[in-house]
């Protein structure tokens, strides 16, 4: 019989990350449910908060720049432990729409500030419609 995995959550009292901590437990469980042997919520001090797959870490807000995102910290555990296992909706679409994000432009990137993003995820791009101009907003004034 394999061991199943450990982890455990240290996070700081001092700062009311338990809370948070707790949150990160229960995503991981309800995700891996019995094939963790444990989640442990240890209490620390100092601004600690590190997260342990059977004692090597994984996440150190420290070093890494705050909290994992819940997906982050699924997709983590799952690539030591069960490399291999689908995450389902959490791992997000693997098409050609997963990068339109990409392809959104800031409002000041766009031509002329204030304008609408008129670029489509296959990069045509699509001329914006009367009302869609910065003086239709002013209507009715």
């Known amino acids: 019989m394999t061991t199943k995995p450990r982890i455990t959550i240290l996070y700081?009292?001092?700062?009311?990350?338990?809370?948070?901590?707790?949150?990160?437990?229960?995503?991981?469980?309800s995700t891996f449910g019995p094939d963790l042997g444990e989640v442990a919520l240890?209490?620390?001090?100092?601004?600690?908060?590190?997260?342990?797959v059977d004692?090597?870490?994984?996440?150190?807000?420290?070093?890494?720049?705050?909290?994992?995102e819940a997906k982050i910290l699924k997709q983590k555990v799952r690539d030591i432990v069960w490399p291999e296992r689908d995450l389902g909706h959490s791992e997000g679409p693997k098409t050609e729409a997963a990068s339109f994000d990409k392809l959104r432009m800031t409002e000041s990137e766009a031509p002329e500030k204030g304008m609408p993003n008129t670029a489509l995820p296959h990069g045509e791009p699509v001329e914006p419609r009367a009302d869609d101009s910065p003086s239709s907003s002013k209507r009715g004034q």
């Open 12 to 29: 700081c009292t001092q700062c009311s990350w338990l809370l948070r901590s707790a949150w990160m437990a229960q995503e991981l469980l």
């Open 55 to 68: 004692g090597d870490l994984i996440w150190e807000r420290k070093r890494d720049g705050g909290f994992p």
């Open 42 to 52: 240890i209490p620390g001090t100092g601004g600690v908060f590190e997260i342990r």
